[in-house]
């Protein structure tokens, strides 16, 4: 079992910065995949980086979200730059072990106007 805790939402205002960070613990001998989806419509990819370092990003974030991990710490991070309006939502943590896919419960991020 892969217990997933996130952090780092808030409310910012358009323009500003937010850094999300999501721990793993439990069965995490081996993550290949830690990353960050969002709700919208059906949970929809913002950011993953595999073990290698393999990263992809949604268009929509690209030049302003940079994710990182630790794999030391089993952390996976999202520096949230240049904030927008539309990139209020929910923000799921995402980790594949071993082929099992776990998901964080999620933390808001507002962004105001």
């Known amino acids: 079992q892969v217990q997933l805790v996130e952090s780092g939402g808030g409310v910012v205002q358009a323009g500003g910065s937010l850094r999300l960070s999501c721990a793993a613990s439990?069965?995490?001998?081996?993550?290949?995949?830690m990353g960050w989806y969002r709700q919208a419509p059906g949970k929809q990819l913002v950011a993953v980086i595999a073990s290698g370092g393999n990263i992809n990003y949604a268009d929509s974030v690209k030049g302003r979200f940079t994710i990182s991990r630790d794999n030391t710490k089993n952390t996976v991070y999202l520096q949230m730059n240049s904030l927008k309006p539309e990139d209020t939502d929910l923000y799921y943590c995402l980790t594949i072990v071993v082929g099992s896919v776990h998901w964080g419960q999620g933390t808001q991020v507002t962004v105001s106007s």
């Open positions: 439990g069965s995490v001998k081996s993550i290949n995949v």
